[in-house]
């Protein structure tokens, strides 16, 4: 079992240098799976859309989400990624907005980062109830589970 602030620690390496995720939303009694580009402040993910997108339909309905970013393993040995489980809410504050933005354009600098400033961009916030880090250079099917600190970024 890893210690919670080492496993924190990898979590937030394998985060800091991938740069989309999948996330899963729920559409009645069926899941949905969409690629996001995503930004985290500590365990605190956000991401971008814009209206009219299933996505947005159905986290209006159910918050709940499943969101997967994949490490760079080929090998059966090498495969890594972090699991999250949570929910997302879209991101209303003005302040807040702004500091989402610094954060997209700091990791997307060498992107075309104009689509995210538009005024159709809607931005969520992904606060996780559990995170699980895999790593099958542990063992197949290795997972070490975080269940965050309610309220911790």
Do not use: C
């Amino acid at each position: 079992m890893a210690d919670d602030n080492d496993l924190e620690r990898r979590i937030l390496e394998l985060l800091r240098g991938r740069h989309l995720a999948n996330l899963a939303t729920v559409e009645g009694q069926r899941p949905n799976v969409s690629a996001v580009e995503f930004v985290n402040d500590g365990l605190t993910l956000y991401f971008v859309s814009i209206p009219g997108t299933q996505k947005v339909a159905n986290l209006a309905v159910n918050p709940a989400v499943a969101l997967t970013v994949n490490g760079p393993g080929r090998s059966r040995r090498e495969v890594t990624g972090v699991q999250y489980y949570g929910r997302a809410k879209p991101v209303t504050d003005a302040a807040t907005v702004e500091r989402i933005k610094t954060l997209f354009f700091d990791k997307y600098l060498f992107e075309d980062a104009a689509h995210w400033f538009g005024s159709r961009i809607l931005f969520y916030e992904v606060t996780p109830e559990r995170v699980d880090l895999v790593d099958y250079g542990r063992g197949f099917g290795h997972k070490d589970v975080l269940v965050p600190t309610p309220g911790r970024r």
